[in-house]
C-alpha cells in the first residue's frame, strides 16, 4: 500500500469508580499510567440520585456501582494529583449532573486551570433514565430546564465541553431494536435542541456551536455488521436532522460524534470466558468503519455478570482496544466498507425505519410527551420481551446458555469470590462518619466556606424563576452544599417524577397455546389460586434501594401476569419498610426483589425480618439479581425461599419455581404439574 499517515486512535477509558474518593483517585492514577488515554467516572447511586449517604434511600449502596461524591472535598481527593487540564473526562452523571460538573469546575478552578481548556462530557441525558436507566430525580420539564441551562452555560464559558451525551445505550440494554435505539436518540436531541433554541439563552449565529457540542454515547451488541451500518445510519440521520431542522451549513459542526460502551447485556454468568470473545466484536462494529468510528471506546470486563469487576479484569479490556489500535493495520486504511452493497441496503433500510418512528414521536409532541404518555417505555418493555422469549424458544442462541452449554472447568472461576472485586461493608459507615465531619466543620478552617444556606435559598429563588441554574450551583459548590442538600432544594420546588412501568401496557410475548410451558405454569397458578380458596394469586415485584435497572423486574412481572398472577409493582426506588407495607396491604402470596446494584446483602434480609414482625412468615421472598455465590448461600439461609441469577434465563421456569415456594410456603403438596 501506499505510505498515508495512520489515523489516531480513539480515546481509550475505562469506567471505573468505587467505594471512596480515595480509592478512585489511586485506581484512576493506575489506569492511567497503564496507557488509558482519557478517564471514564462511574458514582454510585446515592451521587446519581441526589440523595447524601446517610439517607434512608442509601442504605446499602454507598461505594456500590460508583464512588461516592457528597460534596467538593470529595471531588478534590477524587482528581488529587490529577491534572485536569490535561485531562478528558467523562462522567456517567445525569438528573445531577449540574451539580457534579460545578463541583469538577471548582476543583479545577482550585488547581489553577484554565476552565475554557476543560475538556470531557457530562451524560446529562434525562430521558433514557425514565426509560430504563433509573436515576431520575425530576419531572421532565424542570429536567430538560437543568439540561438546557448546562448546555448554554458550557457553551458560552467551557467551549470544549461536550454538556450531554445523548444515551442510547441504555435503550438497548432495556431491549431497544436498532431502529428504536436510533429513533428514540434522535428524538431526544431534537427535544433539547429544540429546548436551547426556545429557551433564548444562545444568539441564534452561535446555535451551530451548540450542535457541534451535542454528542452520542451507543451500544454495540454481538451482530456487528448490523450494530456497524446502525452507527453509519445514525451519521446520516443526524447529519439530515441538524441541516435540515436547524440549518447548520457547517459540515464539521454537523459531524456525528459519539463515544461507545459495547453490550453488557449480552454478557452471561454461565461461562463468562465467552464474554472476551463477545467484546471483542462489539468493539470491531464500532472502530472497522472510518467513516463511522467512535470518538471513545470503553469496553466492558469479561466478569461483569458476575459482579464488580477487579483492576486486573479492566486492564485486559483496555489491552484489547490497545491490541487492535497499535498491533493491527486498521487505522492505515480508508473506510473499507465503502461501495458494499450489502452494507448500503441496511443503512437505507435502517434510516428509512428510524424515521418513519421519529416521525411518529413528532407527531405525538415529541420525546418528552412520548415518555410522560408511557409510549417509549412501553415499546422498549415489549422489545425486550420478545428478545426474552426467543432465547428461552432457543431461536436466539446465546452460547453457554441455552445452546452448547457442557463445559469444562474454568481456571477463571474457580475462586469465584476471588474472581469479583467486593467493597468493603464498613466502607458505608466511613463515608458516612466523614459527610457527618464534613458539615460540622465545612465553615471552619482550613475550608473556610461560606454558610450555605444563603447559596442554596438562591438556587431554590432562581429555580422558582426562569434564570439560569449554573451560577447558582456553583456557588453551592463553593460554599460547601451537599449533593443531598443541592438535589434536596430543588426537590421542594421541582417535586419528583415516578416514571410509567411499562408493565400494564406491555403485549404478551410468550403464548400460552395448549401444551407450552406458560399454559402449564397457568395451571399451576390456578390450581394454587383455588387450593388457598383465593380469586387470584398476588405477587409483588420490588425494587428496594436505588437500583433503577428494572429491565429484568418488568420481565418477570409481565410474565407472571400473562401466567394469571395478580401482579404488583410500584417501579423503582422503595424501601424495604415500603414493599412490606404494600405486600400486607395487598395482601400478597409472594415477594420478588430484584437489585443489581450489590445492595442485596443489606436490603433483602431488611424485608425478610419486617416481614416476620408483621407477623406473615408465610410469604416466601424471592431475590434475583447479580449476586454472587457466597451472598446467594447467605440469604438462602437468612430465609430467602429462592435466589435467581443471569444464569436463570428462562421465565416461565422461574415463575413456575415462585408457585412452588408459595405452595411451599402454604404447606400445600407439590403439584406433579411440570414447569
Not at 435559598?457 to 453551592?476: D, I, P
Amino acid at each position: 500500500m501506499t505510505e498515508r499517515q495512520k489515523d489516531r486512535p480513539w480515546l481509550m477509558r475505562t469506567y471505573a469508580g468505587h467505594s471512596t474518593a480515595e480509592a478512585s483517585n489511586e485506581l484512576y492514577r493506575r489506569n492511567l499510567a497503564k496507557g488509558q488515554t482519557g478517564l471514564s467516572v462511574a458514582f454510585d447511586l446515592p451521587t446519581q440520585t441526589g440523595y447524601d449517604p446517610d439517607h434512608i434511600l442509601a442504605r446499602g449502596e454507598v461505594g456500590r456501582v460508583g464512588v461516592p461524591v457528597s460534596h467538593l472535598g470529595d471531588m478534590r481527593r477524587l482528581f488529587q494529583d490529577i491534572p485536569l487540564e490535561q485531562m478528558n473526562t467523562s462522567m456517567t452523571i445525569n438528573a445531577t449532573a449540574m451539580w457534579l460538573l460545578a463541583l469538577y469546575q471548582v476543583v479545577a478552578e482550585e488547581q489553577g486551570a484554565d476552565i475554557t481548556q476543560l475538556q470531557g462530557t457530562t451524560q446529562n441525558d434525562i430521558v433514557k433514565e425514565y426509560l430504563s436507566r433509573g436515576t431520575h430525580v425530576f419531572p421532565p420539564v424542570p429536567s430538560l430546564r437543568l439540561t438546557t441551562d448546562m448546555i448554554t452555560y458550557t457553551v458560552a464559558h467551557i467551549p470544549k465541553w461536550n454538556p450531554i451525551n445523548i444515551c442510547s445505550y441504555h435503550l438497548q440494554e432495556a431491549g431497544a431494536t436498532p431502529v428504536q435505539e436510533i429513533a428514540y436518540a434522535m428524538s431526544t436531541a431534537i427535544a433539547v435542541l429544540d429546548a436551547v433554541r426556545d429557551s433564548g439563552q444562545v444568539p441564534e449565529e452561535k446555535f451551530g456551536d451548540v450542535v457541534a457540542r451535542i454528542s452520542f454515547f451507543v451500544n454495540a451488541g454481538v451482530r456487528f455488521i448490523e450494530e456497524m451500518c446502525k452507527m453509519r445510519a445514525f451519521g446520516r440521520i443526524w447529519d439530515q436532522v441538524t441541516r435540515e431542522r436547524y440549518g447548520i451549513e457547517n459540515p464539521k459542526q454537523r459531524r456525528f460524534r459519539y463515544g461507545v460502551q459495547v453490550n453488557s447485556l449480552g454478557l452471561t454468568e454461565a461461562q463468562p470466558e465467552n464474554n472476551v470473545q463477545r467484546i471483542v466484536l462489539e468493539m470491531l462494529a464500532v472502530t472497522l468503519s472510518k467513516d463511522a468510528r467512535a470518538r471513545a471506546v470503553q469496553l466492558p470486563a469479561w466478569n461483569e455478570a458476575l459482579g464488580l469487576p477487579r483492576p486486573w479484569d479492566q486492564q485486559w479490556s483496555l489491552r484489547i482496544q490497545q491490541v487492535l489500535a497499535h498491533e493491527s493495520d486498521l487505522l492505515e486504511y480508508e473506510d473499507i466498507f465503502e461501495g458494499s452493497h450489502v452494507v448500503e441496503a441496511k443503512v437505507v433500510s435502517l434510516v428509512e425505519e428510524s424515521l418513519a418512528e421519529m416521525d411518529r414521536i413528532e407527531r405525538m409532541g415529541g420525546a418528552m410527551a412520548a415518555v410522560e404518555s408511557g409510549y417509549l417505555k412501553s415499546q422498549l418493555v415489549s422489545s425486550h420481551a420478545e428478545r426474552r422469549a426467543r432465547i428461552e424458544s432457543g431461536q436466539e442462541k446465546i452460547v453457554g446458555v441455552n445452546s452448547y452449554e457442557s463445559t469444562e472447568p474454568s481456571p477463571l472461576t474457580a475462586d469465584l469470590d476471588g474472581a469479583i472485586m467486593t467493597v468493603d461493608p464498613a466502607v458505608e459507615a466511613r463515608v458516612v462518619n466523614a459527610l457527618k465531619d464534613w458539615r460540622d466543620n465545612r465553615y471552619q478552617p482550613p475550608f473556610n466556606h461560606p454558610r450555605p444556606c444563603k447559596a442554596l435559598e438562591r438556587l431554590k429563588e432562581v429555580a422558582a424563576g426562569t434564570g439560569n441554574l449554573m451560577e447558582a450551583t456553583l456557588e453551592c459548590a463553593r460554599a460547601g452544599v451537599t449533593t443531598g442538600e443541592w438535589a434536596g432544594a430543588l426537590r421542594e420546588v421541582f417535586g419528583e417524577f415516578r416514571a410509567p412501568t411499562g408493565v400494564s401496557s406491555a403485549p404478551v410475548a410468550v403464548t400460552a397455546e395448549e401444551g407450552t410451558p406458560l399454559a402449564l405454569v397457568r395451571e399451576k397458578v390456578d390450581k394454587t389460586a383455588a387450593d388457598l380458596g383465593t380469586g387470584k394469586l398476588r405477587f409483588l415485584v420490588g425494587k428496594p434501594g436505588l437500583d433503577g435497572h428494572s429491565n429484568g423486574a418488568e420481565q418477570i412481572a409481565v410474565r407472571a401476569r400473562d401466567a394469571g398472577f395478580e401482579v404488583v409493582y410500584q417501579g423503582i426506588r422503595l424501601t424495604p419498610e415500603q414493599i412490606v407495607d404494600a405486600a400486607l396491604a395487598e395482601d400478597v402470596h409472594a415477594v420478588g426483589l430484584s437489585i443489581l446494584s450489590g445492595s442485596h446483602a443489606e436490603l433483602v434480609p431488611d424485608v425478610l425480618v419486617r416481614l416476620r414482625e408483621a407477623g406473615a412468615r408465610d410469604i416466601p421472598v424471592i431475590a434475583g439479581g447479580i449476586i454472587p455465590n457466597s451472598d446467594a448461600d447467605d440469604l438462602l439461609a437468612a430465609g430467602v425461599a429462592a435466589v435467581f441469577t443471569p444464569k436463570d434465563f428462562g421465565i416461565t421456569e422461574i415463575i413456575g419455581r415462585i408457585v412452588d415456594e408459595i405452595r411451599k410456603a402454604n404447606k400445600l403438596d407439590p403439584l406433579e404439574v411440570p414447569a
